[in-house]
């Protein structure tokens, strides 16, 4: 199909469709790129003229906004009249874990990807390039080409084709993984149609970069990809608890085997689990695939990757707890961070989320600080009110927003570093100390307080993975 693609439409304004389609735009300033999304709220939050307002933090977003929003970027509520136009629609909705039905708890729920597909084959006009770029299971373009198949039938000058282009960007890092990707995947049959789309990222991206594949492989590496580097972080989270009861140390551990070039030195902290809107989601989805085509080992060797990264949340709260003398009654906890991960405000499936639950449950009174998540989202993830008084009431557990780092420290017997904000990294540890109430423990689960420094402030110190 010979698509000269002049406009793009985007189904889905979130955290992949409104960074990718901005650096597209940044790129292609001849290209006009419409992101649409169902969500009144989050277009009017991407269209505000206050950039801090942005739906998503984003280092160096905003600066990319800045140039191309009203040039050739456009967020809008106009569904039908964006897919009209585009000649090339990029599918970049939501794709969660199904909480009902068959395959609950692990299929991926894809009604709304099937939504924007009958969208697209009600309101196309023309020869449009479909393109994926939400995570799916292997096999999705199956449907979606059956539901645009139809209309074709009913109208001459439809044509359609689909292609798989998964997005392999990280939060908070999603700019430059846009602007200087490891790989660009694009699965399709069609020759002319992949392309159109290898044509949009030529203009920034290196050829060799460009691996072009068929359409199951394309969807299948993505949720492979995600299952790979959760399975290091399970990996190495279940030796950080081998090297608290040995004495060994799980940094020098990471060091020691990253330096084995057949392994290499990424992705190998240990922490308090794997978060965000991603790995579980896929991994289970994988499981679910495994499942269904019979390959019941296969399935249950990744349920396991998942099934630690549990254990790993529920072992540091138990920590919490049996070093705070086994009550959390009238103690005061800061919680440092709340973010799956730093440089982003997203909470979807955070550690934090899970620990902090459990540390209320217990009785617990948290004070809880993160730069950029705000108090609406904390009161949404825990499910519980924000204790405006910030008081010690009793035995029952509550929580209270602090704007400050300061104020997580004032009276607290423990403070838990739960994401690793650059400024959690040099705290003065001498000066907050003189604040907690003695005998006082700093649990560090991402590894970044100096435990020596902290130590010798009087503090106990407790740091994942480190035996010492
Ligand atoms: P998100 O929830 O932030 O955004 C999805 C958006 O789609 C929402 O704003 C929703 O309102 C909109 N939407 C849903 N159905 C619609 C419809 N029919 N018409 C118009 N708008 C509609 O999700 P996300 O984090 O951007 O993820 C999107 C997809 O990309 C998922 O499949 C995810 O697995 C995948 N992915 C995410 C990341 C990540 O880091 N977040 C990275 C790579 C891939
Ligand atoms: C992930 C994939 O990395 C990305 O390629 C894919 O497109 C979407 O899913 P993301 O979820 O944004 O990206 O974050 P990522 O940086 O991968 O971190 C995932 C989780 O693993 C975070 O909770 C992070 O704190 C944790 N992690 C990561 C560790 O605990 N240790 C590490 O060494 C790396």
Redesign the pocket.
């Known amino acids: 199909m010979a698509v000269d693609v002049k406009v793009i439409c985007c189904?889905?304004?979130?955290?992949?469709?409104g960074p990718t389609m901005a650096v597209i735009a940044d790129k292609c300033p001849h290209i006009e790129v419409n992101v649409?999304?169902?969500?009144k709220n989050?277009i009017d939050l991407w269209n505000n003229s206050d950039l801090s307002k942005l739906p998503i933090f984003e280092p160096g977003l905003k600066e990319v906004i800045k140039r191309c929003r009203g040039r050739n970027l456009h967020f809008s509520s106009l569904?039908e009249e964006n897919i009209k136009r585009a000649d090339m629609i990029f599918i970049?909705?939501?794709?969660p874990i199904k909480t009902k039905g068959i395959g609950a708890g692990k299929a991926s729920d894809l009604k709304?990807v099937e939504?924007?597909a009958r969208?697209i084959s009600k309101f196309a006009k023309k020869e449009t390039i479909v393109v994926e770029?939400?995570?799916?299971p292997v096999r999705t373009a199956d449907t979606i080409q059956q539901i645009l198949k139809e209309s074709e039938l009913n109208n001459k000058n439809k044509k359609f084709s689909v292609l798989s282009n998964?997005?392999?960007?990280?939060?908070g890092n999603a700019i430059k993984d846009l602007e200087n990707p490891d790989r660009v995947l694009i699965g399709g049959v069609d020759e002319e149609s992949i392309n159109a789309l290898k044509k949009i990222y030529l203009n920034w991206v290196d050829e060799e970069k460009i691996l072009t594949t068929n359409l199951w492989s394309s969807e299948l590496s993505k949720l492979v990809a995600n299952a790979f580097l959760a399975q290091r972080i399970s990996s190495i989270n279940s030796i950080s608890a081998l090297c608290e009861t040995t004495g060994a140390d799980i940094k020098e551990v990471s060091l020691a085997i990253g330096m084995d070039s057949r392994l290499g030195s990424k992705f190998l902290a240990a922490g308090p689990g794997f978060g965000?809107?991603?790995f579980k989601?896929?991994i289970l989805n994988l499981v679910y695939i495994s499942e269904y085509y019979g390959l019941k080992e296969v399935a249950s060797y990744w349920e396991q990757v998942v099934a630690i990264n549990s254990w790993q949340n529920k072992r540091i709260s138990k920590i919490i707890l049996a070093k705070l003398f086994g009550t959390l009654a009238k103690k005061k906890i800061g919680i440092l961070g709340f973010s799956f991960k730093a440089n982003t405000n997203?909470t979807r499936e955070s550690p934090a989320i899970r620990i902090c639950k459990d540390l209320i449950e217990e009785g617990g009174s948290l004070y809880i600080y993160d730069p950029r998540v705000s108090l609406e989202q904390i009161e949404s993830d825990l499910g519980l009110k924000n204790n405006y008084q910030g008081n010690l009431t009793g035995d029952l557990g509550n929580w209270s927003y602090c704007k400050k780092i300061i104020d997580t420290f004032e009276g607290a017997d423990a403070v838990l570093v739960l994401t690793e904000w650059d400024q959690f990294k040099d705290l003065n540890w001498e000066n907050l100390s003189k604040l907690m109430r003695h005998p006082s423990w700093v649990f560090d689960t991402r590894g970044i307080v100096d435990t020596v420094e902290a130590k010798s402030c009087g503090l106990n110190v407790w740091q994942v993975g480190n035996g010492e």
């Open positions: 189904i889905g304004a979130g955290y992949v469709g649409v999304d169902l969500n989050r569904i970049s909705v939501n794709t709304w939504a924007s969208q770029k939400s995570t799916l998964p997005e392999f960007l990280a939060e965000g809107s991603c989601k896929d997203d």
